[in-house]
């Protein structure tokens, strides 16, 4: 048996049509005690950026695993299917851009290698479903105890498929950032890491001024919710500290009229 029997996942499949279901099955008739730890199912449809960025902030808290992670609006296409071996695992997807940056996250890449091995794949294999019948099985035969370099040849890892970084810079006084996340609450996290603000020497309960495309909004920098009355925005480091906006008890993305992908302006209020 390999080292690797916990298997994370991460898809665009939904929760409706069973393709989740049908993953895990394919993967426990491989390797029966393998465990699973669902990352997220609910990623928007083919958003490699998002599903990129949501891996990357989960599985730095994972133990040593096996990453299967398939948002993949080119499958069946030219994309390649790989693994690519880091110090806390071995990540397994298309080469599109999904895992750069989780591979980043977790050291960097060791070796990459293209699933090209048919005897671990299911068969007959689907033009349009991977992580059936590639993904989810050369994951289970790796649990198994496979060697990683049965599932393909090595390929260079500074071939990989990169995503371009988020905007992050300042700017004229101001700080530019990129929302990286619109997560469930519609919390707005974005690409800026805390320390940026000490190029502004912001303190606790000061206000800043959020420009987007709709106008401004003012928030105030707090460390937890309860700080600004309920309804009022909020300007925050996260639990992995990036900056961050939200509403107390509502919805920053709706309130702001963003989501991921956005460019905000922000500067500290007078």
């Known amino acids: 048996?390999?080292?690797?029997?916990?298997?994370?996942?991460?898809?665009?499949?939904?929760?409706?049509?069973?393709?989740?279901?049908?993953?895990h099955g394919v993967l426990l008739d491989i390797t029966p005690g393998a465990r699973v730890i669902d990352i997220s199912h609910v990623v928007p449809p083919q958003d490699i950026r998002t599903g990129a960025r949501l891996l990357a902030?989960?599985?730095?808290?994972?133990?040593?695993?096996?990453?299967?992670?398939?948002?993949d609006p080119g499958v069946g296409g030219q994309?390649?299917?790989?693994?690519?071996?880091?110090?806390?695992?071995?990540?397994?997807?298309?080469?599109?851009?999904?895992?750069?940056?989780?591979?980043?996250?977790?050291?960097?890449?060791?070796?990459?290698?293209?699933?090209?091995?048919?005897?671990?794949?299911r068969k007959p294999v689907s033009r349009t479903f991977h992580g059936r019948d590639i993904f989810m099985p050369v994951a289970g035969h790796l649990a198994r105890g496979t060697a990683l370099a049965d599932v393909g040849p090595e390929i260079p890892t500074d071939s990989l498929v990169a995503l371009p970084a988020p905007v992050e810079r300042l700017?004229?006084?101001?700080?530019?950032?990129?929302?990286?996340?619109?997560?469930?609450?519609?919390?707005?996290?974005?690409?800026?890491?805390?320390d940026r603000l000490d190029s502004f020497s912001l303190s606790v309960g000061h206000p800043v001024v959020c420009v987007t495309p709709a106008g401004e909004h003012r928030a105030t920098y707090v460390e937890v919710f309860e700080e600004v009355p309920l309804g009022e925005l909020a300007f925050y480091g996260d639990a992995v500290g990036q900056l961050t906006i939200a509403v107390n008890s509502g919805n920053a993305a709706e309130r702001l009229g963003v989501t991921t992908g956005e460019i905000l302006r922000i500067r500290i209020a007078p």
């Open 79 to 121: 994309r390649r299917p790989v693994a690519v071996d880091t110090a806390r695992g071995i990540f397994i997807g298309p080469d599109n851009g999904l895992l750069a940056w989780a591979v980043e996250a977790a050291g960097g890449a060791l070796a990459a290698y293209e699933l090209t091995n048919e005897k671990l794949f």
């Open 171 to 194: 700017e004229g006084g101001e700080l530019l950032s990129e929302v990286i996340l619109a997560d469930h609450f519609g919390n707005l996290h974005l690409a800026s890491a805390v």
């Open 57 to 71: 902030r989960v599985t730095p808290y994972l133990p040593k695993a096996i990453h299967v992670a398939v948002v």
């Open 1 to 23: 048996m390999s080292e690797h029997q916990i298997i994370s996942f991460l898809t665009d499949y939904g929760l409706s049509d069973g393709f989740v279901a049908t993953c």
